[in-house]
């Protein structure tokens, strides 16, 4: 028996080591940054046990033609294409199946098409697209199925699509995509099931939909969609399920709604929500019952109310409202129980009450209801128990009364109310001036 066991392992490594003889193998890095170099580089090489860079990294290069180099089947470490202006095509490259480390396409102005890496299936590291200003789609890298990092596409003038990207089911860590101009869409991330960091999508200016994300259910880390001016809908995210980390969506002018977030029903990390002059609503976190972060809405001046949090019990950080200029009120809170931190409701010049927080018994932050210029009561605090830090009511020209108080047993830092020109009775404080645990630092003068 163990004869036979080692005679199956000699016969094993024998074979092993006759398949490597019949590939030539570069056992170094390779540095190609002149056609001379292209053209002189052996043509029987098949592998290369380092990196490969075919340019210059300081000065554009003058190389053209790579097909020099059509034998070539594997790099072990990076394959970077980088800053050659005369370069229209890398069709030389069309043997090479597997990548250990990096593949960096950078500053190759009049490459329109990456055709030559028809035949690549794997990438080791990251994927990096940058600044190719004529570059039209990324189709040869169709066969691409596996990405052990991330994806990097940015600052493609030129770039309409990624649909070269539709066999990729995941990713080890983010994508990012940034500032390309002519891309209306990411239908080639299609099967894309799991993003195993971040993905961002920033300053596409012409980026009408996302609907390519539609397979998309976890996100491990943070979503950012900012600035892609004319963003309609998020809805591609539909089946996202979860994200662990902070969702940041900001400055897209056309964006209306946020309905795609419809299958999320709990956030571990931060919801910032800022600057997206056109939102109406936020229905779509209708299913939300616990945020573990902080939730921030400001200057969305098309939002009116926030009756899409009607489920939400529990935040686990800040709550701020600020600078929603038509918000009407915020009667979507009325689940909402308890606040991690601070509890900001800040110059919403439409708000005229805070009713929506009747049911929350207490913030373990500062409360601070600050420039509403239309408020005229706090009445939804009836049930707040306790502040943990401040609690400054300042400037809210026609709030009249704060009733809403009434069963505050504790603050425990200052209690400030100021500058609010109409509030005429302010009896309920009594029981807080009663109480020893809380400082009074200043109240303003009361009939």
Known sequence: MKANIFENAFRFLFLLAFLMTQQIISAQNVVLDTQAKVDAFDPAIMVINGELLIGDFNNPSDITDLSNLSKLSSIIGDLKIYNNDNLTSIEGLY?????????????????????????????GGYLSITENENLKNINGLSSLISIGDGISISENANLENVDGLSNLTSTGKGIFIYDNKTLINLDG???????????????????????????????????SIHGNDNLENIDGLSNL?????????????????????????????????????NLKNIDGLINVKSIGGAFHSYKNNSLTNVDGLS??????????????????????????VSIGDALLVYDNDNLTNIDGLSNLISTDGVLWIKQNCNLINIDGLNNLKSVGGSLWLKENQKLKNIDGLSALEFIGDDLLIIDNANLVACCVIQNLLENKKTQINYINELP
């Open 95 to 123: 043997g090479i199946s597997t990548i250990g480390g990096r593949l960096r396409i950078q500053l190759n102005d009049n490459l329109s098409t990456t055709e030559g890496l028809s035949n690549l299936n794997t990438i």
């Open 189 to 223: 991330l299609n099967n894309l099931l799991t993003i195993g960091e971040n993905l961002q999508i920033l300053a596409n200016e012409n980026l009408i939909n996302i609907d390519g994300l539609s397979s998309l259910n976890s996100i491990e880390r943070d979503l």
């Open 241 to 277: 399920t979860s994200t662990g980390g902070e969702i940041s969506i900001h400055g897209n002018e056309k964006l209306t709604n946020i309905d795609g977030f419809s299958n999320l029903n709990s956030l571990e990390g931060k919801i910032f929500i800022y600057e997206n002059e």
């Open 311 to 336: 489920s939400l019990k529990t935040v686990g950080s800040d709550f701020f409202l600020t600078q929603n200029n038509n918000l009407e009120n915020i009667d979507g809170l009325y689940n909402l």
